[in-house]
Nanobody
Framework: QVQLVESGGGLVQAGGSLRLSCAAS????????MAWFRQAPGKEREFVST????????YYADSVKGRATISRDNAKNMVYLHMSSLKPEDTANYYC?????????????????WGQGTQVTVSS
């Protein structure tokens, strides 16, 4: 089992950037596929990005492709999401998620472990 705690959210102006962090505790972090999702008020949870266990394979939603970079540091049990050229429509609560297995996934139901989220607000 793994516990996840996100940080790094806040208020940022459109066009700015930020880095979200997710700290994982528990055993065998390096065996989990990690992902970021986001949820805006009144909307369903939306996939943002995922990364494989070794960090050499990533996948992004079209809405953030070219503006987001996911990475992980298995020695520190951390996963990151760097986002640039932020837009007001990026405003959401951002969640870190983990799943076992070898296959990247973009559906929320594929992930068994979730953090509490960190709020990102982008002002125009």
């Amino acid at each position: 089992q793994v516990q996840l705690v996100e940080s790094g959210g806040g208020l940022v102006q459109a066009g700015g950037s930020l880095r979200l962090s997710c700290a994982a505790s528990g055993r065998s972090f390096s065996s989990y596929i990690m992902a970021w999702f986001r949820q805006a008020p009144g909307k369903e949870r939306e996939f943002v990005s995922t990364i494989n266990t070794s960090g050499d394979s990533t996948y992004y939603a079209d809405s953030v492709k070219g503006r987001a970079t996911i990475s992980r540091d298995n020695a520190k049990n951390m996963v990151y999401l760097h986002m640039s050229s932020l837009k007001p429509e990026d405003t959401a609560n951002y969640y870190c998620a983990a799943k076992v297995g070898a296959t990247l996934a973009s559906t929320a139901r594929s992930y068994a472990y979730w953090g509490q989220g960190t709020q990102v607000t982008v002002s125009s």
